[in-house]
């Protein structure tokens, strides 16, 4: 079950919110907005409303616990650019990009692996136990593989 909380035209460069993407990624969305709390980035608030948006329209939407979500999809694209001038020299314009990105994060339930495990150990262990049944059938050499020793005289001569 996952929710989906797209946000868009946030205006920082989309660059600058991929910085702390990687960071947050490995974080469930709660540890994450408390980490962002304490940077001092301007684009590390905007990822933290972001990422607490996601996770109340997910809590009301999934109906769970804030501590049950992870992230599935964090994705950050870039939006509209604003294409702006600034005057320069001898009558030239120098060109300002003002770039806006879009923040689309879907969160999901995150479910106990522990089980999963459990049943694949089952599954090899009654696979295990097939290929032995199958595998321990009895094998009588035949006697002219075999050699036999040689019988040792002590002859004098």
Do not use: W
């Not at 540890?31 to 996770?55: C, E, G």
């Not at 262990?125 to 002219?144: C, G, H, L, Q, S």
């Amino acid at each position: 079950m996952n929710n989906q909380t797209i946000i868009k035209d946030v205006h920082v460069s989309p660059k600058k919110i991929r910085f702390l993407m990687d960071f947050v990624k490995k974080l469930k969305p709660v540890d994450a907005v408390d980490h962002l709390a304490y940077m001092s980035q301007h684009s590390a608030r905007i990822l933290k409303t972001a990422i607490q948006a996601a996770i109340s329209s997910s809590v009301l939407a999934l109906k769970t616990v804030p501590d049950m979500l992870k992230f599935r999809v964090l994705i950050i694209d870039q939006g509209h650019v604003l294409k702006r001038f600034r005057a320069g020299g001898r009558g030239t314009a120098k060109p300002i990009k003002r770039r806006m990105a879009h923040i689309k994060i879907i969160l999901e339930i995150d479910q106990p692996k522990e089980k999963k495990i459990e049943n694949r150990k089952e599954k090899k262990e009654k696979v295990n136990k097939k290929t032995i049944k199958e595998n321990t059938k009895t094998v009588k050499p035949k006697r002219d593989n075999i050699k036999k020793p040689k019988k040792v005289t002590n002859k004098k001569l």
